[in-house]
Antibody
Framework: QVHLVESGGGVVQPGGSLRLSCAAS????????MHWVRQAPGKGLEWVAFIRYDGSIKYYADFVKGRFTISRDDSKNTLYLQMNSLRAEDTAVYYCAKEKGVSFFDFWGQGTLVTVSS | DIQMTQSPSTLSASVGDRVTITCRAS??????LAWYQHKPGKAPKLLIY???SLESGVPSRFSGSGSGTEFTLTISSLQPDDFATYYCQQYKNYSRLTFGGGTKVEIK
């Protein structure tokens, strides 16, 4: 069964940085596009970023463009999200999600909580 | 960006009820729409893709319909495991994916 496990969340001060990881297993990671989606406390789901299966194309939501970077290491079956210049409004549970077809998600991780607070 | 609007935001229903959730798009998404179920502390679960295709392993009481700008998710007979929040998501604009605001299905 496909397994996605996020890690790297925690408490960080405004302006700080954090790198999230998503360890994937039980599927051919290098064949699939991957996404990050977040959910702020009490709010709905919000798409954050996408990386194509070969890493050649990346898309970002406007609210993270220039601050967050998505990347992948297929040798480690791991997806990353480097988050810089963090703001209070970035506080959320961050989920990684595997793409099925084009840009919808058939498997998600359980999420990792990022709290941006002084 | 394509804005997705779900209604209602909260729905109170009883086991056995037929439940319908609506999702409207600010512009046509053709049939490029998915539905997810999300429970607190759990990973979201794909229910429906391409507006009406049932994901493997999802009970047949779930169904999706619609195209263009108006879509519905129907649960034909609500079960105890179905109390959750449901989200629609468009993928017509695959560089700017957007979700609806969610519909929480509560026990009446």
């Amino acid at each position: 069964q496909v397994h996605l496990v996020e890690s790297g969340g925690g408490v960080v001060q405004p302006g700080g940085s954090l790198r999230l990881s998503c360890a994937a297993s039980a599927f051919t990671f290098s064949s699939y596009g991957m996404h990050w989606v977040r959910q702020a406390p009490g709010k709905g789901l919000e798409w954050v970023a996408f990386i194509r299966y070969d890493g050649s194309i990346k898309y970002y939501a406007d609210f993270v463009k220039g601050r967050f970077t998505i990347s992948r290491d297929d040798s480690k079956n791991t997806l990353y999200l480097q988050m810089n210049s963090l703001r209070a409004e970035d506080t959320a549970v961050y989920y990684c999600a595997k793409e099925k077809g084009v840009s919808f998600f058939d498997f998600w991780g359980q999420g990792t909580l990022v709290t941006v607070s002084s | 960006d394509i804005q997705m609007t779900q209604s209602p935001s909260t729905l109170s229903a009883s086991v056995g009820d037929r439940v319908t959730i609506t999702c409207r798009a600010s512009q046509s998404t053709s049939s490029w729409l998915a539905w997810y179920q999300h429970k607190p502390g759990k990973a979201p679960k794909l229910l429906i893709y391409k507006a009406s295709s049932l994901e493997s392993g999802v009970p047949s009481r779930f169904s999706g319909s619609g195209s263009g700008t108006e879509f519905t998710l129907t649960i034909s007979s609500l079960q105890p495991d179905d109390f959750a929040t449901y989200y629609c998501q468009q993928y017509k604009n695959y560089s700017r994916l957007t979700f609806g605001g969610g519909t929480k299905v509560e026990i009446k």
